[in-house]
């Protein structure tokens, strides 16, 4: 087995194990881990949602659009692959404004 492969394959086993939110986006659907991190910037601090989740199940998001999360609407601010195969968003609760 290639290393791809392989971490192909424990990359889907943990989000099998360890999502724990529905991620809606574009009328597609698929499993993520939604945390809200503790976050320090330039004197400001406060919890920021975020949203982990394979790189081959959210390649349709952009920056910018709409991500349904559990029945509640976040838009994606910031875009980070990790270089396993993993992406994590930087998440902006949709006030509406």
């Known amino acids: 087995m290639s ?9 889907n086993s943990v989000i099998q194990k360890l999502s724990d939110a529905v991620v809606s ?15 320090e910037t330039h004197g400001f601090t406060g919890y ?5 989740c394979l790189a ?17 609407e976040y838009i994606a601010r910031e875009r980070q692959p990790d270089g396993y195969g ?7 609760l949709n006030d509406g404004s």
Do not use: H
């Open 25 to 39: 986006v574009k009328g597609n659907s698929f499993n993520g881990i939604f945390t809200r991190e503790y976050i």
């Open 3 to 11: 290393f791809n492969n392989l971490r192909q394959k424990l990359n």
């Open 86 to 92: 993993w992406i994590i968003f930087m998440l902006e």
């Open 48 to 52: 920021k949602p975020i949203l982990k």
């Open 56 to 72: 081959e199940d959210s390649k349709m998001i952009c920056l910018d659009d709409k991500i349904l999360i559990d029945n509640v």
